[in-house]
């Protein structure tokens, strides 16, 4: 069974900074690519950044430039620095993952951590 356990959500002003970390755990083979998304009040999940496990990103356009993804293969580790915040950026933000797992490819969910943006 593999988890995610998301830390670094909380409460800051506009123009602020958080750190969002997600560690994955359990009989992990392979690491595919780690994200975040995100569930703003009233609105569908979104995609907001991903990582593969070769560096690659792709990032939403309304982030461009303000937040960065990063990771950790060897730790099953990812990062999402979110710089210049802004009230539009609150929501839940959830880490999800795509792992190789016994041989098979899974998807994998973290319970979310609430990111508010005050303005």
């Known amino acids: 069974q593999v988890q995610l356990v998301e830390s670094g959500g909380g409460l800051v002003q506009a123009g602020g900074s958080l750190r969002l970390s997600c560690a994955a755990s359990?009989?992990?083979?392979?690491?595919?690519?780690m994200g975040w998304y995100r569930q703003s009040p009233g609105k569908q999940r979104e995609l907001v950044a991903q990582?593969?496990?070769?560096?690659?990103?792709n990032y939403a356009d309304s982030i461009q430039g303000r937040f960065a993804i990063s990771g950790d293969n060897a730790k099953n580790t990812v990062f999402l620095q979110m710089d210049s915040l802004k009230p539009e950026d609150t929501g839940v933000y959830y880490c999800?993952?795509?792992?190789?797992?016994?041989?098979?490819?899974?998807?994998?969910w973290g319970q979310g951590t609430q990111v508010t943006i005050s303005s």
């Open positions: 990582i593969t496990s070769r560096g690659s990103t």
């Open positions: 999800s993952a795509r792992f190789v797992v016994r041989g098979v490819l899974n998807d994998f």
């Open positions: 359990g009989s992990i083979f392979r690491f595919v690519q």
